[in-house]
Structures are given as structure tokens and as C-alpha cells.
């Protein structure tokens, strides 16, 4: 029997990042907003610069999934003007944390109008959208139009910013796509920690191949039979790396690399964005940052 299904067998916990955590990053003046997540609170600054107080909930490297706002982050919720989340099923504790907190904040699916897709694995809605740069352009419309209402004196230069941040996008992309389509065609095969990179793959032409955790949120457990038949499928397809994020223990991840021989890619983005200086901050930079790991690995 391999490592893998004795881990299994045995009382399996994959252990998760830490993910709390309060970053504001703010004017002393403006109004108040809060985003759930790294990838909304990174598009809102493009977005507004210093003409808001905004605090982001989840800090970088967290995973959305298996968040629990504390007091603190309560306050913050309480007192802002505008409250910014992904939607799809990601960020769902903050309904319950807005009853908890009181507020008669206004609430933006930010995430409003993109093409939601099901997940390889499962069918369900996959909320990891920002993977593609299109959908993230759509992100930084709703809230360019979102501060708009909110602070109608700042508004020429939260669209003006907006379209400014949709340009690095686009150049983000473009980079993306020469990275990814340099791999020869034959390799670009992926299996992930957990199933949060279909936007990504859709978009740059991968073939997903499957995931350690089936299942978009990484709060899901594999199983013994699930693992093997992954195992199974690596060797098949000639699968040349196993991409892990930084948001999960890789456990798992690693134990599959042994007995397949693949190796492991450990340091992807899928959760959240990267710390300050990771080169994967930005939205932008982490689409950069994922695509040089991924067309490194495969060719």
C-alpha cells in the first residue's frame, strides 16, 4: 500500500493556512470600506488610492473558505459605508457577520456579471473568477461604479484609475498567455491542491487533469479511492508537476509527488494574493506570478 493511502486510511486532516487577520491600508480620510478578500481589497486600492479608509478582513495568504471575522473586523463592518465581497459561496459568513454586527452597510457582490462556471470536480459554482483577467476587469467596473455612488466627488477618479488598473490587466494577460503558450502542447496538464484554478486554465488553454481535494473549497477532504485514482491518472497523462498554494499545507500534495515521482510546485496563488513584495500583491501580479510557476514547470 503507498504513503498516500496509509495517510488516508488514518484519520486524514489537512491542516490549512492560518486565515485571519485585519489589513488596512487607508487615508485618514474618506469613506469607510471594507473588502472580505485580498484580491477585492488589492482591486479597490487600484481603484480609489488614498481617497477612502479601506480595510481588507483577510490578510494575505488566508483562504476565504474557513474564515471567522472577530470582534475587531465586526467593528470595521459596523462602521463602513460600503462593504465589498465575491459572492459565489466564498465569502458567505459575511451575511452572519453583518447581523452580528449590526451595520446598515451596503453590501456589492463585486463579482456581479461575470460568467460563473461549475468546477471540474464538482458541480458547483467555483468562485476563484479573478483568475482570469477578463473576469477581474469586470470586478474593477462594479467597483469603480460601487465608490462612484458612494463618494460621487471622487467618481472622474475612481473610473479614471479604474480603466488605468484594467490596462496592467490586460498586460498582465497578454504576458500570461505568451508564458503559458510556450509550453509545448503535449504538457500542459494540470493537478492542483484543490480544484481553484479552472478560470485560469479555461482561459490559457490547460487541460485539467484533477485536484488532491476535489472540490473548489479547501475546507473538503480527499479520499482514500479519490487519491488513488489521481495516482493512477498522473502516470497515465505523464503529468509533469503537482501545483500547490500557498493558502494549503501540501501534505498531501507531497505524499502524491513520492509515489508518482512528479514533482511538486508548492507556491501558487489560488486563495488569496501574496504578501507585500512576493511579486504576486497585485492581482495582476499574481496572474504573472502563477502563469512563470506554471510554464516553468511544464516544459
Not at 5 to 12: E, F, H, P, Q, S
Not at 101 to 126: L, Q, R, Y
Amino acid at each position: 500500500m503507498s504513503r498516500i493511502l496509509i495517510l488516508t486510511l488514518g484519520l486524514l486532516t489537512v491542516v490549512f493556512a492560518a486565515c485571519g487577520g485585519n489589513n488596512d491600508s487607508a487615508s485618514s480620510s474618506g469613506i469607510k470600506v471594507v473588502a472580505t478578500t485580498t484580491q477585492i481589497g488589492a482591486l479597490t486600492k487600484a481603484v480609489a488610492g488614498d481617497k477612502i479608509q479601506l480595510s481588507t478582513l483577510l490578510k494575505a495568504g488566508a483562504s476565504a473558505h474557513d474564515y471567522e471575522p472577530d470582534p475587531a473586523a465586526l467593528k470595521k463592518i459596523s462602521a463602513a459605508k460600503l462593504v465589498l465581497k465575491n459572492g459565489i459561496g466564498l465569502d458567505d459568513w459575511l451575511d452572519k457577520s453583518i447581523a452580528s454586527a449590526g451595520g446598515s452597510e451596503s453590501v456589492i457582490v463585486v463579482t456581479e456579471g461575470v460568467m460563473i462556471s461549475k468546477s471540474a470536480e464538482e458541480d458547483e459554482d467555483d468562485p476563484h473568477v479573478w483568475h482570469d483577467p477578463k473576469n477581474a476587469k469586470i470586478m474593477v467596473d462594479n467597483i469603480v461604479k460601487a465608490l462612484a455612488g458612494a463618494d460621487p466627488a471622487n467618481a472622474a477618479t475612481f473610473r479614471s484609475n479604474g480603466d488605468s488598473y484594467k490596462s496592467k490587466l490586460d498586460a498582465a494577460d497578454s504576458e500570461a498567455r505568451a508564458l503559458i503558450d510556450a509550453i509545448p502542447p503535449a504538457n500542459r496538464k494540470m493537478v492542483t491542491n484543490h480544484d481553484a484554478f479552472g478560470y485560469f486554465i479555461r482561459a490559457y488553454g490547460l487541460t485539467f487533469v484533477g485536484a488532491v481535494i476535489p472540490s473548489t473549497s479547501s475546507d473538503a477532504q480527499p479520499s482514500a479511492k479519490g487519491l488513488a485514482d489521481l495516482q493512477d491518472l498522473i502516470k497515465r497523462e505523464a503529468v509533469k508537476a503537482i501545483f500547490a498554494e500557498e493558502e494549503i499545507d501540501p501534505k498531501v500534495a507531497r505524499e502524491i509527488s513520492k509515489d508518482t515521482g512528479v514533482k511538486i510546485v508548492s507556491n501558487l496563488y489560488a486563495d488569496s494574493l501574496g504578501k507585500t513584495g512576493s511579486g504576486a500583491d497585485t492581482v495582476d501580479g499574481m496572474i504573472v506570478s502563477n502563469a512563470r510557476k506554471i510554464a516553468d514547470a511544464l516544459k
